[in-house]
């Protein structure tokens, strides 16, 4: 009996061990896409507290915001955040990322 698996298609890499949201989509590794509350965070409190435990995706939760209110559009394509970054609503802003 032939218990070989059917053929599938190539299954896109997992960022193990990427830190950054420009490297993560450079090279089209899996993202959960979590940019549809970006619009949201000037709006909100004044300071946001991320404190998650190690390898809890802290580096790359603050790297991808970076990269949104730096205005770069082309990581942002097929992203919750595509429509609102490409409407006039949006505008970059100065970003200082301290890690
Ligand atoms: N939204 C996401 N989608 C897919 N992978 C993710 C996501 N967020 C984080 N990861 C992956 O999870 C792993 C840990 O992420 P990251 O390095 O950002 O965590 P960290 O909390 O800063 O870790 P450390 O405590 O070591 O500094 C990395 O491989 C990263 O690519
Ligand atoms: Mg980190």
Same mark, same amino acid.
């Given at each position: 009996m032939d218990h070989k698996p059917p053929d599938? %298609? !190539?299954l896109p !890499?997992? %960022?193990a061990g990427i830190q950054t949201f420009e490297e993560v989509r450079d090279r089209q590794a899996?993202? /959960?896409d *979590? +940019? *549809?509350y970006f619009p949201l965070l000037p709006k909100g409190r004044k300071v946001v507290?991320? /404190?998650r435990p190690r390898r809890f995706g802290k580096s790359? +939760?603050?790297s991808a915001p970076d990269a949104f209110f730096s205005g770069r559009q082309e990581l942002?394509?097929?992203l919750a955040a595509e429509e609102f970054m490409n409407s006039p609503k949006f505008t970059p802003k100065p970003v200082i990322l301290w890690t």
């Open positions: 599938s %298609p !190539e !890499e997992l %960022p899996v993202y /959960a *979590k +940019t *549809k507290f991320c /404190a790359l +939760t603050v942002f394509q097929g």
